[in-house]
């Protein structure tokens, strides 16, 4: 069993849907941080979390330390969301990820 | 600089090769890190360097991999006597501190061939 697992591996949707990818970790964590990356491009922070909520545009992204589980969530999406999600959890500074989330958002 | 840039982009050597891969990090970030995506593979931590403090080398595969971090700022990652299984694209990042929000370099491609 991965420290880190991500679920689903792979969503398609469709423009407009509310997406939720999921981040389950079972090592020690300082905080959850959510990766984007785009098909051939690089890799973007999107959030660095160690409890509650946060909210940035269209992406909320959420914590629970208790249970050792974090959500990602797009609201409305589109297609330019397409991308790779990864979720890793830091402790200090290294990293453990996920595999990562395949989001196809279809117009 | 803008962004944390990484040089060469791309890299083809023979196996047995040594290559040496730079990072130059954000100015004024004290962390840097590497890290390795091989095809088709999830993201690998190899090292991270913080301030003047010895790295944790913990993710580093195997004796051929090394990394130094030179004032404090540009980082090189060595690997020596390179083997195809070392093909991956190689990733730098930097944050202001360890724990900070980390900002990713373009990445080095590199191929063992």
């Known amino acids: 069993k991965n420290e880190v697992e991500q679920s689903p591996q792979n969503l398609t949707a469709q423009e407009g849907e509310f997406i939720t990818i999921n981040c389950s970790y079972s090592?020690?964590?300082?905080?959850l941080h959510w990766l984007q990356q785009h098909p051939g491009g690089g890799i973007v922070s999107l959030f660095m979390?160690?409890?509650g909520k946060k909210k940035h545009g269209r992406l909320i992204a959420t914590i629970n330390i208790q249970e050792k589980h974090s959500s990602l969530h797009i609201t409305a999406s589109h297609p330019r969301d397409s991308a790779v999600y990864i979720c890793a959890a830091l402790n200090a500074g290294k990293s453990t990820f996920g595999d990562g989330t395949t989001l196809t958002v279809k117009p | 600089g803008a962004g944390v840039s990484q040089s060469p982009s791309n890299k083809v050597t023979e196996k047995g090769k040594d290559v040496e891969l730079r990072c130059d990090p954000i100015s004024g970030h004290t962390a840097l890190y590497w890290y390795r995506q091989s095809l088709g593979q999830g993201l690998e931590f190899l090292i991270y360097?913080?301030?003047?403090?010895?790295?944790?080398k913990s993710g580093l595969p195997s004796d051929r991999f090394s990394a130094e971090r030179t004032g404090g700022s540009v980082s090189t990652l060595t690997i020596q006597r390179t083997q195809q299984e070392d093909s991956a694209v190689y990733l730098c990042a930097s944050s202001l501190v360890t724990g900070g929000e980390q900002y990713f370099g373009p990445g080095t491609r590199l191929t063992v061939t």
């Open positions: 360097f913080q301030g003047n403090s010895a790295p944790d």
């Open positions: 090592v020690g964590i300082s905080a």
């Open positions: 979390l160690s409890s």
